[in-house]
């Protein structure tokens, strides 16, 4: 009888759904830190007082670290290639959220230059010839 | 220099260095075991201080009226294209012709949305 294993192996099917379903909740918390630290450093003075009650500055940072730490994680266990069209989804959230949040002018310019960075980040992660 | 050229430049450093940090964190997390210590390896470390640093640079470049988050945040994309190089400095990764494609649709991309500013 064999000694359980210790280590998951890289193909495991269920770490590489962990590692996918991580990497997504990565994307729309990626999108909601980079909202909160725009919020933020748009209030941004450099004053000791004004830095320690910039509230959306803090949790967008923090949600930024937070992000980082599950980024690795998901890294350890995951293909790199299998998992940057994901990671693109974070353009897609943080553009719509702009133009619906922020306010900024929707055009035809921005939408197709996302679509066609999207698609690129899909293209070079693919999985093809050596 | 126009405030919105300012701030391309501040986000253009930003995805050199950021890029760097993330294949320092690909480095690093080679390292890490079941002990939570394992986090605290040099090169996750670095890789660590280097993502910090370039959202620095980032958060300068994205604050002010002018600044749109919705032309800056798609210029961050840059960063793939550095990813390669360290990929290939690092990694020894092989640069493929798909690679190649998708870093120039990744660059189409970023001048389109600069076009929309």
């Known amino acids: ?23 997504f909740s990565c994307t729309i918390l990626g999108a909601a830190a980079q909202l909160l630290i725009k919020t933020g450093m748009d209030h941004f003075s450099p004053h000791l007082l004004a830095l320690v009650t910039n509230i959306p500055l803090i949790a967008g940072y923090s949600l930024y670290g937070i992000n980082t730490l599950m980024m690795v994680l ?4 995951g293909e790199m290639s299998l998992l940057y069209p994901i990671i693109a989804l974070t353009y897609v959230w943080t553009t719509l959220a702009s133009y619906t949040l922020l306010g900024e002018p929707s055009n035809v310019y921005k939408n197709v230059g996302i679509a066609t960075i999207v698609l690129g980040v899909a293209v070079m992660g693919r999985r093809g010839d050596k | 220099m126009s405030p919105l050229l300012k701030s391309m430049l501040l986000v253009f ?18 390292h890490l075991t ?28 994205i604050k002010g009226k002018d600044a749109q988050l919705s032309v800056l945040y798609p210029m961050v994309a840059m960063g793939y294209v550095w990813g390669l190089l360290w990929a290939k400095l690092f990694f020894d990764e092989a640069l493929t012709k798909q690679k190649f494609m998708g870093l120039g649709l990744i660059l189409l991309g970023v001048c389109f949305v600069g076009l929309g500013s």
């Open chain 1, 1 to 23: 009888m064999t000694t359980a294993t210790t280590a998951i192996p890289q193909s495991d099917p269920r770490a590489r759904r962990n590692s996918f379903l991580l990497v």
């Open chain 1, 74 to 77: 998901a890294l350890k266990n």
């Open chain 2, 13 to 30: 450093a930003a995805s050199v260095i950021g890029s760097l940090g993330m294949a320092f964190l690909k480095m690093g997390s080679a």
């Open chain 2, 34 to 61: 079941r002990s939570p210590w394992s986090f605290l390896n040099r090169k996750l470390l670095f890789g660590i201080a280097l993502f910090l640093g370039s959202s620095v640079f980032y958060a300068w470049g």
